[in-house]
């Protein structure tokens, strides 16, 4: 897959998509970023209501991340958006 024209939650919201849910640290190898770029877009897509995160109580504590219903709307028209751009190929 190719990334570079994608902004940051565009890209982060097609890999959550494709992955279903992931915890942050497949997340971040994934996304190819450091972690606080990665925590900035996690943020924003939780803020506008596209990104839920589920904690593991038990050792080791883990974040999990998918999408919302909402988020999963978004992601899939993005999807398709970008590949008809062929900025996305599959």
């Not at 970023?33 to 080791?60: H, V, W």
């Amino acid at each position: 897959m190719r990334y570079e024209p994608l902004n940051g939650l565009s890209r982060l919201l097609i890999i959550l998509l494709r992955t279903g849910e992931i915890n942050v640290t497949s997340l971040q190898k994934e996304f190819g970023a450091s972690l606080n770029t990665l925590y900035r877009y996690i943020e924003l897509g939780r803020k506008l209501g596209l990104i839920i995160d589920r904690y593991e109580k038990e050792p080791p504590n883990r974040r999990f991340l998918s999408l919302t219903e909402k988020g999963r709307k978004v992601a899939k028209r993005l999807k398709e958006i970008y590949e008809i751009m062929g900025w996305l190929q599959t």
